[in-house]
């Protein structure tokens, strides 16, 4: 629905620049704007690109000046701005409640009647579904697991028995939590697989990515906290503890029973051993090794994973190797000169 440009200013307690009566009607990216749209700039190119599109409005992150007719809403940070607005022009889908006639329930199980419970879904005995919780289809949730409210679990999602999700968490297609961690002993001439009893608990306000698998614990729970978003094609092992509002990205996979803390980042395709205690606001960056415990507030990189800075010099160094071997080599002819009388 249409909201003047003053209207978006105040929800996003912004300053305006311009016409606030002004009509929005969309948001948009610079490049794709037409009239009416809103779109929004955080550095200079980004303006820039605004300034020359069709949008009709700009979210504004620094002291940036138009040179057109556009309104300009300044807001401490634009992207965040963004963020809050998106969901009044791109509103969630709603779910009615109900249960599809194709599911497959177990008497003992209790759902919310503002549940909706798609095609094809599985729920097992003793699992409960809190209000207005979405399965979406194609589900299988295995028995005595916990679902809270306003959870999202997207087509093809399994909870393995006994997981413990809360509210408005959020399962991309695809993932399977609560699945056997990997515990396996010698035992003799062959390997015995060690049972794993525990369970895997999901606290308010998750984002698992699509193809995430999330083992359950040997024994005790492996948990995710509160707010930590987790991306797609992530591998968490059993005992894994995730603290408050981290950062997990892509293909990162986590061994068994490391413990790291809370608003820590963890960049892309990084693999930590098992057994480690990672601090709280931790940067660890991408295609990292971690062998080690890291200790509140470090940035570290490369693998093995060290302080980011001795990672950087290391590469510098490795990139004047042909110089040094050139050098080297010159050298080397120098002294064999010297060494025959020549």
């Not at 991306?231 to 997990?248: E, P, T």
Request: aromatic share 4%.
């Amino acid at each position: 629905m249409p909201i003047t440009a003053s209207q978006i200013a105040e929800l996003v307690r912004g300053e305006i620049s311009g016409d606030g009566s002004i009509e929005i009607t969309g948001f948009s990216a610079a490049d794709s704007a037409k009239a009416g749209d809103l779109t929004f700039a955080d550095k200079e190119r980004h303006f820039l690109a605004a300034e020359q599109s069709q949008a009709s409005a700009v979210l504004v992150g620094g002291a940036f000046a138009s040179t057109t007719s556009k309104v300009l809403i300044r807001v401490p940070d634009a992207r965040v701005a963004m963020a809050r607005l998106l969901p009044h022009f791109f509103p969630q889908e709603k779910h009615t409640p109900g249960i599809h006639p194709t599911a497959v329930i177990a008497a003992s199980a209790q759902i919310d009647p503002t549940a909706h419970v798609g095609p094809h879904v599985v729920i097992g005995e003793n699992v409960t579904i809190g209000a207005r919780t979405a399965l979406l289809g194609g589900n299988h949730i295995g028995r005595d697991c916990r679902i809270g409210d306003d959870v999202s679990l997207y087509p093809g999602v399994i909870l393995y028995p006994g997981c413990k999700l809360g509210h408005r968490v959020g399962i991309h297609s695809g993932c399977v939590i609560g699945g056997d961690g990997y515990g396996y002993v010698l035992d003799g001439a062959s390997f015995r697989k060690v049972l794993q009893v525990g369970d895997v608990v999901i606290e308010d306000d998750v984002e698992i990515g699509a193809g995430t698998t999330v083992d359950r614990a040997a024994f005790g729970s492996t948990i995710i906290g509160a707010g930590t978003k987790v991306d797609n094609q992530v591998h968490l092992a059993h005992n894994v503890k995730i603290g408050r509002n981290s950062i997990i990205m892509g293909q990162v996979g986590i061994a068994g029973s490391t413990e790291i803390g809370s608003y820590t980042v963890v960049a892309s395709q990084t693999g930590i051993a098992g057994h480690l205690k990672i601090g709280n606001q931790v940067q660890i960056g991408a295609k990292s090794g971690l062998m080690r415990d890291v200790p509140d507030g470090s940035k570290i990189l490369g693998v093995p994973a060290v302080p980011d800075k001795q990672t950087k010099r290391q590469w510098l160094a490795v990139q004047q190797l042909p110089e040094l071997m050139k050098r080297v080599r010159q050298l080397e002819k120098q002294l064999a000169a010297l060494s025959s009388g020549t």
